[in-house]
């Protein structure tokens, strides 16, 4: 769960929306004080609601299988503590991701994330240096997280959510470089496994069926590079 306000949530929000297309995970959800108007339109006190932000966490059911990441340029935004109060309560482990040291009466958190931005050349707009900088942040945790689920192959987005045609095209080039095919194979591999590039890559690759290359895909957890280089069941190590 990524939780800000303002720009920190507006960039919380986007970077769980793209979790979706790009590695077919509908377990990163975005937060922003105020809702979802306050994507399209400020809502500058909205920030203040610490006993809001708590409320709103809590709504998502949290447990202590999940992970709170609250964004904050200030490292102080009341709506974020109170995301980490209710993550601190569930008993799920969670973090600060902010540009300023946080002050010592911050909520209890796993870990903190500081980007040292430094001044902003308009004092005090963080929607400028740190905006920038806590995009790339969540871009590289975000990134780095699905790589470790077994979502990304190399530099290939190999969960994608093929849902328009420049997606179906990318998943028909990521399926033609790891099968080392031509792209009329690879979409006829697609065609077989219902879209989905990984039941397609193992299928193109080990010459299997598609149920056979899902069932491959299940007992390596979902991990394609695991599936390509184990032994089949019923096989010698």
């Known amino acids: 769960m990524l939780t800000g306000a303002g720009t920190s949530g507006r960039l919380a929000v986007l970077e769980a929306a793209e979790c979706l297309p790009t590695f077919g995970s509908e377990d990163v959800v975005g937060l ?18 610490r006993a809001g932000g708590r409320a709103a966490a809590e709504a998502l059911e949290l447990s202590s299988a999940d992970f709170l990441l609250g964004v904050t340029a200030s490292g102080r935004t009341p709506f974020v503590w109170g995301t980490l109060d209710a993550a601190q309560a569930a008993g799920a482990p969670s973090g600060l991701l902010c540009c300023s040291p946080p002050p010592a009466d911050a909520p209890p958190r796993t870990l903190t994330i500081h980007l040292a931005t430094g001044a902003e050349v308009l004092s005090g707009s963080t929607r400028l240096k740190a905006g920038t900088a806590t995009k790339c942040a969540l871009n590289a945790i975000s990134t780095g997280a699905m790589a470790q689920l077994g979502k990304v192959y190399d530099d290939l987005m190999v969960d994608v959510i093929a849902g328009n045609a420049k997606l179906r ?23 077989a496994c219902g879209g989905e590039a990984k039941p397609a ?6 010459g299997l069926e598609p149920a056979e ?19 089949p069941a019923g096989e010698g190590a």
């Open 32 to 49: 922003i004080a105020g809702g979802e108007s306050a994507l399209l339109r400020a809502k500058e006190g909205a920030e203040d609601d």
């Open 213 to 231: 290359a899902r069932a491959r895909l299940s007992a390596s957890g979902g991990h394609l590079r695991r599936a390509l280089r184990s032994s």
């Open 169 to 191: 095209l990318r998943a028909a080039r990521i399926v033609a470089t790891l099968v080392e095919c031509d792209e009329e194979r690879a979409r006829a591999l697609l065609a």
């Open 201 to 206: 890559i193992v299928a193109g690759r080990l």
